[in-house]
């Protein structure tokens, strides 16, 4: 069968997981509670979200751009902001694409060869899944530590997610090493292009401002954190479930987060979460309400930022047109 057939069947498969879910997660909800729920909350928590999502969005664009430096290349920050925030808008829509999303903008607008980006993108991606694999952990041993129940109910899930995540990064690396070694003398077109990806990739690991890099990383994650703790502020019901428990829904909205579910993951991220909500003593209305709006507004975010980084995209193309590639690729 085609690739596109694959494609299709993915989507269509995965957005019809997300509607169960999202089912599942409200068909014993009355909803004029939640529209009651929703009116009563502190919207106020928007402005402190909304600035711990811009920090997020500059570490990942200031993270990337170190990377674009270890290989020598000098990326501007508004067309990495623009190449990022569009391909999370293309997520939202088709899970996956949005990464090869980001390298082609960058091979139209600046001429960054498309191997180049996605070799930059590829350690990205490790080095998150790393991340969710080691928070996963810390939180099963502290649940462990401290005879929680609330990971238990969804434990086979977790694991299942964990080792799946670490089965095909281990695979990934696998695939990268016995590539690097099979691509490394040939010659023709496809081979030459797959071994730059992979040679640059390993140059990435010896990258000079592994610091920064770390440090970026750390308020990426810890941005994640904040971003879940503040929303509990929303409403009475939820304000006093505190900093471990924040952590805790944390942990179990990566799982769906990370899933190719259309839309964020919605559905899946709504059950979840409200589910968890419940088992921390939280009311399923008031859940529903704290999923909804903690996706909405990411939703919100982006949609706003991908929509106006696509116009800004548009905007710029005349200019680059006028413009050499060496200029747009090492600016001023």
Known sequence: MSKKFWVVFQSVFFALI????????????????????????????????????????LSRIKRWQLLYESIGTKAPLNYLFASLATGYLVNFAVPRLGEISRALILKKWLNYPVNTSLSTIVFERITDVLCLIIILTLAFTLEFVYQGSILHHFTEGVQLFTWGKFGILVVLLLVIWVLYKWLKHKKDGFSEWLNQFIQTTFTLLHMKKKG??????????????????????????????????????????????????????AGAYHFVVSQALLLLGVSLAVGNALAIVIHGFQTIITLLFGGAAYLWLLLQKNASNDSTPESLSNPA
């Not at 089912?23 to 014993?28: A, C, D, G, I, Q």
């Not at 939640?34 to 711990?52: D, E, H």
């Not at 750390?218 to 904040?226: C, E, K, Q, R, S």
Request: aromatic content about 24%.
């Open 212 to 265: 920064w890099f770390l440090f970026h990383t750390l308020v990426i994650w810890i941005g994640f954190y904040f971003m879940t703790y503040t929303w509990f502020f929303m409403f009475e019901e939820s304000k006093d479930l505190g900093f471990y428990k924040a952590f805790l829904v944390l942990v179990l909205g990566l799982v769906p987060r990370s899933l190719p579910i259309q839309a964020g993951s």
């Open 18 to 57: 997300g509607m169960i879910l999202l089912y599942l997660s409200f068909r014993k909800t009355d909803f004029a509670s939640i529209a009651t729920i929703l009116k009563s909350g502190n919207y106020w928590v928007m402005v402190p979200v909304f600035m711990v999502s811009l920090m997020v969005y």
